[in-house]
């Protein structure tokens, strides 16, 4: 069986097409109306009310929690403030990424740690002789993520704080009609938008505070088809799609180091000894072999492709999660491992690894696309990533 | 004079004036936008009319925008956002609905409900539409051949465009003959049963038209839509986030970022013409400004004999032009509302209330709309297209409350006796009325309204007549006619004086296409 959320009981009546999809062993919904459109317009628009609840959560207590979490991670945990969140990712000795997720400061020695796929062994693994507690707190907790340009509207109203003065990657206590909460801006969409962090025995009344509150500035709930073309528009990188995890990878050649992700910006050069250390201040003086980057690809090439069978150009209303083979000049020089069509920006895009040095941004591709069942091949451009990156994020 | 001298003025900041002001901008030349009025856009604007709420106040939606000009402009960089509006409703009179969803399943079992035989129709219907949409739909972006002409140009032109007609093979040639000559009623019944099927589709090819659904030539505006939904990858049809005006405002951004000056409350009185030549303009508070080339996005009745000397020009020209068809015949009703309408055909609140809700019960409920037209009056029960911009973009109103837009057909702009303030209201009355027999509580939601007769419409805007399109998009005036014989490749014969509104090919709604397309004549001709 499947698990559901502990919002389940109000998503489960809105998911009108039945569809649903797994994400982490739960039964999440992909949309709530048979197309993502509005779902994801509500993202960029007004507010879209996102289930996370999927994610694991551990909370990391104690007096060696810091280190446990230093250890790991490859940000400077002596830089965390309490309320602050860190985005990270966390390598094993060979410097390969493992996973990436957040951790937040909850206090003194306090800490909130969510990640993509299960870490209880790891943690306690590098936590070996600490003084340290590591409660999975996954299914006692649920998550909602709020995003979109009228999320703070609403959240500010619904908390009865001004939440302008929440930054970016902070997070406050709180409480919606006495349900207590954790807020904290983040999210997986490149907007303006918060997590709302719950018991999971009060999701439910946070669910209807919340959309009774945000009905008002059209608030919608969205699955996870919206979410995935707004991440893929805000060039953040999803697990076992994008990359795989080098606790799972089951040949070398599947493993990445965070520069190689496009998260060489989150490994300190300060900090003392963590996972992988030496061997990514090996890569950081080599150089990175293979570059994480976004395509962007011609609409004038697409539109030509159809055009030879008469046909208007088709784009899926959905982002794509297949590997495509990326050449310049006939030689393969990487691979895509998403995309979508941005209705915002109008254009396809793509998410892909290229090796050196064929990531430099403005470098001329191409892209393998299916046209009317034959291969053919798409112009491309390299672009840096995000390919968007709205002032309100993190204004 | 002014010391600056422009390589090209653009009289009228409508949405074609600025696309071609951004075209010239980007290819380097010195571009300056004059409007009359205090905002740019013309027809495309979102005002505040009453506190706190915001209203697309003519044009309210978005459909046949070219995706060239998005790529060209890289409009999504400068605001460009269109929100999907997924829905048709259309109430009918024994209580019940005809629905078109976003989803084609649930439209097709909708129809079902109704015509299990219409259902089967729709889809084979569609897939007709598409393929004559694909041969006509080039048309949108070229510059339309004269078949009179035996220039290299033209001859090019019509060979282009007589290569996708051949394509369509006899059996859908013959379907776009009958579609351009037959009135939409007699079109449709040889394909469906359902009346309010057939009225709900007919009202798109009756839009700014003085024509009713059997008027002969109204089937072919029809295929306008299914052109709207060749872009439909492109996604290019919905409500732009923050009204019309947004859009005005994005393409003027495009049009700066590029180089190109605007200035608002910036009359035109007339075009300078010296040794039939166009040397600048002069305003309305006597200021002259020199510029190489003079634009107007002006109609083509302002266009011609308002802003120059019809002197200036060859009589035939002269007397097409006052043979061109306006006859405004719709109008606009606004409304501020407490609350959200409650529709005795779906009560309560749903999806219904994002899409639009159409009021064209049956052929003969437009038909007779008609009749008052044609006969002088406004339609004691006329044909609405109503949508809701707020419950699509939250921010058009104070949270909670709404903004309603109206589009209302007929509402002839020769009205019996003339439009005065009386008849003004009577003719909003109407459309409340006509409103309240499908959702009961909407007057006792208004918190204001706006009326805009065509009358009001020429007087805000300056479109003569109060035609939204800057004239009947009917076929006599359309493509090489457009909007007179020999003067439909955006020239004059003054020289350096060109037309890029929506009076010259393929005009009508938001689509850019007039503007860009003069825009490139303009820079071929220069090159």
């Known amino acids: 069986m499947l698990k559901t959320s502990p919002f389940h009981p109000r998503t489960a009546p809105l998911v009108r097409a039945q569809t649903w999809r797994r994400w982490s062993g739960y039964q999440m919904a992909s949309a709530y109306d048979p197309h993502p459109d509005r779902e994801y317009a509500a993202i960029r628009s007004s507010a879209a009310l996102i289930d996370v609840s999927p994610l694991y959560k551990y909370r ?208 300190s050069a300060e900090k003392g000894p963590f996972n992988g250390r030496r061997a990514l201040e090996a890569e950081r003086k080599r150089g990175p072999a293979w570059g994480f980057v976004g395509l962007e690809v ?98 | 004079m002014s010391a600056s001298r422009y390589d090209a003025i653009v009289v009228g900041g409508g949405h074609n004036g600025l696309v071609a002001a951004a075209y010239l901008a980007r290819a380097g030349k010195k571009t300056l936008v004059l409007e009359r009025r205090p905002l740019l856009g013309g027809a495309a604007v979102t005002e505040e009319i009453f506190p706190g709420f915001k209203f697309s106040v003519f044009s309210y939606v978005v459909s046949l925008l070219r995706p060239e000009i998005i790529r060209d402009l890289d409009l999504p960089r400068h605001g460009l956002q269109i929100l999907p509006l997924e829905s048709t409703v259309t109430p009918l009179d024994n209580g019940d609905y005809l629905a078109s969803w976003s989803d084609p399943d649930e439209t097709r079992r909708e129809l079902c409900r109704h015509s299990p035989r219409d259902a089967d129709a729709a889809v084979v219907f569609g897939r007709l539409m598409h393929h004559m949409a694909m041969a006509v739909k080039p048309i949108l972006g070229m510059v339309p051949p004269d078949p009179a002409s035996l220039s290299p140009g033209d001859l090019a032109g019509l060979l282009k465009l007589g290569g996708h007609f051949r394509s369509l093979g006899p059996e859908r040639f013959h379907a776009l003959h009958k579609l351009m000559t037959m009135s939409s009623a007699d079109y449709l019944d040889e394909w469906f049963e359902l009346d309010a099927l057939k009225a709900t589709k007919s009202a798109s090819g009756i839009i700014g038209t003085f024509l009713g659904p059997r008027s002969p030539g109204s089937a072919y ?49 007339r075009v300078l013409v010296r040794n039939g030549r166009a040397t600048g303009v002069a305003l309305a508070n ?80 437009l038909e007779r709309a008609y009749d008052d037209a044609k006969y002088g009056e406004f339609s004691r029960n006329p044909y609405m297209d109503i949508v809701i911009p707020s419950m699509i973009d939250p ?24 439009w005065t303030d009386a008849r003004r209201e009577a ?74 509104g929506a009076g010259t090919h393929p005009g009508g709604g938001i689509m850019g296409a007039s503007g860009r397309l003069a825009a490139l004549e303009i820079l071929k001709a220069a090159a």
């Open chain 1, 60 to 267: 990391i207590t104690g007096k060696d929690a810091l280190r446990l979490l230093d250890r790991m991670i490859t940000r400077d945990m002596a830089k965390l403030r309490t309320g602050q969140v860190y985005y990270t990712p966390w390598c094993d000795a060979a410097g390969k990424v493992i996973d990436d997720g957040t951790v937040t400061r909850l206090g003194e020695s306090a800490y909130r740690f969510t990640s993509a796929d299960s870490s209880l062994r790891w943690l306690h693994m590098n936590a070996v002789g600490m003084e340290v507690s590591i409660e999975d707190i996954s299914e006692k907790m649920g998550a909602l993520s709020l995003q979109g340009p009228l999320s703070r509207a609403i959240l500010s109203q619904a908390t009865g704080v001004d939440l302008a003065s929440l930054k970016y990657f902070r997070m406050i206590e709180a409480k919606i009609r006495d349900i207590p909460v954790a807020v904290s801006r983040t999210g997986y969409t490149g907007d303006l938008g918060y997590e709302i962090w719950v018991d999971a025995g009060s999701a439910v009344a946070l669910w209807d505070a919340l959309i009774e509150t945000g009905t008002p500035y059209g608030i919608t709930p969205a699955g996870v088809w919206a979410m995935d073309i707004a991440r893929i528009e805000a060039g953040l990188i999803m697990l076992d799609v994008d990359y795989f995890s080098s606790h799972h990878a089951l040949i070398e050649a599947r493993k990445s180091t965070p520069y190689e992700i496009n998260l060489g910006w989150a490994v």
């Open chain 1, 298 to 395: 011609s609409w004038d090439s697409f539109e030509r492709l159809y055009a030879v069978h008469k046909l208007p150009p088709k784009i899926p209303n959905i982002a794509w999660r297949v590997s495509a083979p990326v050449t310049r000049e006939g030689r393969q020089v990487g691979y895509a491992t998403s995309g979508c069509w941005s209705p915002l920006l109008k254009k396809s895009l793509a998410l892909a690894h290229l090796r050196a040095p064929h990531f430099e941004a403005g470098t001329r591709l191409k892209l393998e696309v299916t046209v009317e069942h034959r291969r053919e091949w798409a112009d491309a451009v390299v672009r840096k990533l995000p390919f968007f990156d709205p002032e309100r994020k993190k204004a």
């Open chain 2, 221 to 269: 505006v029809l295929l306008h839509h299914y052109m709207g939904e060749l872009d439909g990858a492109f996604r290019a049809w919905g409500f732009q986030k923050g009204g019309t005006g947004a859009i005005s405002n994005t393409i003027a951004d495009a049009a700066r970022a590029h180089g190109a000056e605007m200035r608002t409350g910036a009359a035109v009185e």
């Open chain 2, 286 to 365: 006597g200021e002259e400004i020199a510029a190489n080339l003079v634009l107007s996005g002006l109609d083509p009745r302002l266009t011609f004999t308002r802003l120059v000397d019809p002197k200036e020009l060859p009589g035939e020209l002269v007397d097409g032009i006052r043979r061109y068809k306006f006859r405004g015949s719709s109008g606009k009703v606004n409304l501020a509302l407490a609350g959200l309408p409650n529709f005795t055909c779906m009560p309560g609140v749903g999806p219904h209330l994002r899409g639009a809700m159409s009021i064209s019960p049956s052929i003969d409920y």
């Open chain 2, 395 to 418: 921010q058009m109103a104070p949270p909670g409350k709404h903004v309603m837009s109206i589009f209302v057909q007929y509402a002839p702009y020769h009205l019996n006796g003339g």
């Open chain 2, 427 to 500: 003719f909003g009355d109407a459309v409340v009325k006509t409103l309240a027999r499908y959702a009961p509580n909407i007057e006792s939601l208004i918190l204001h309204k706006q009326v805009l007769t065509p009358d009001d419409i020429e007087r805000v805007t300056g479109l003569s007549e109060g035609n939204i399109f800057q004239g009947e998009l009917a076929l006599q005036q359309l493509f090489f006619l457009r909007p007179v014989p020999r003067w439909a490749k955006y020239r004059t014969p003054i020289h350096g004086y060109w037309q890029c």
